[in-house]
């Protein structure tokens, strides 16, 4: 079955750059969407249709991706920016959306 | 503004089953393809089901396929989760979030917790 894969944890400093991966195989032809989930929290979408910003998500958030992986950025991270980050992809089969293991980012 | 409120959750025994209700309001829900998520306890997210806007067309991950049936009622904005043939590893907080076409989910609810206890 389709898998994304992401690393278990990032750790950056506060001010530093915190940058999270996401690779799949479908990536190149299927959008990627990041969630931000805090504990206790339900998730947030933070990038959609690979590398766009919704509304009220702050700047220092950006996406990219090249080839089969997904980049998630955030610039000058937070300590308020500690969660755990998560990739959902569509494949290409009848079982079609799947997320990524999930990244615990540490800002401290 | 738009809420998305799940409920129907509760304890059930192993080999039951359960339905979960999600309301939505604040966006055109019939132009909404439907997701639900769930989430074991220290668990990551794990997609469930799919549903698209017309509820023509319906996935579901290998986990639940052929215990559990997603369906909607556009008239009343609710999408629904039948859950039959319950275990416990089923334990897990349910979402419920909407996407606009197929898009990936940007409204979520707060989730329904479903236990599966002997």
Known sequence: SYELTQPPSVSVSPGQTAMITCSGDALPNKFVYWYQQKSGQAPVLVIYDDDKRPSGIPTRFSGSISETMATLTISGAQVQDEAAYYCYSRDTSNNPWVFGGGTKLTVL | ?118
């Open chain 2, 1 to 118: 503004q738009v809420q998305v409120v799940e409920s129907g959750g509760g304890v059930v025994q192993p080999g039951g089953s359960l339905r979960l209700s999600c309301e939505a309001s604040g966006f055109i829900f019939s132009s909404y393809g439907m997701h639900w998520v769930r989430q074991a306890p220290g668990k990551g997210l794990e997609y469930v089901s799919f549903i698209q806007y017309d509820g023509h067309t319906k996935y579901y991950a290998d986990a639940v396929r052929g215990r559990f049936t997603i369906s909607r009622d556009n008239s009343k904005n609710t999408v629904y989760l039948q859950m039959n043939s319950l275990r416990k590893d089923d334990t897990a907080v349910y979402y419920c979030a909407g996407g606009y076409d197929d898009k990936g989910p940007e409204y979520w609810g707060q989730g329904a917790l479903v236990t599966v206890s002997s």
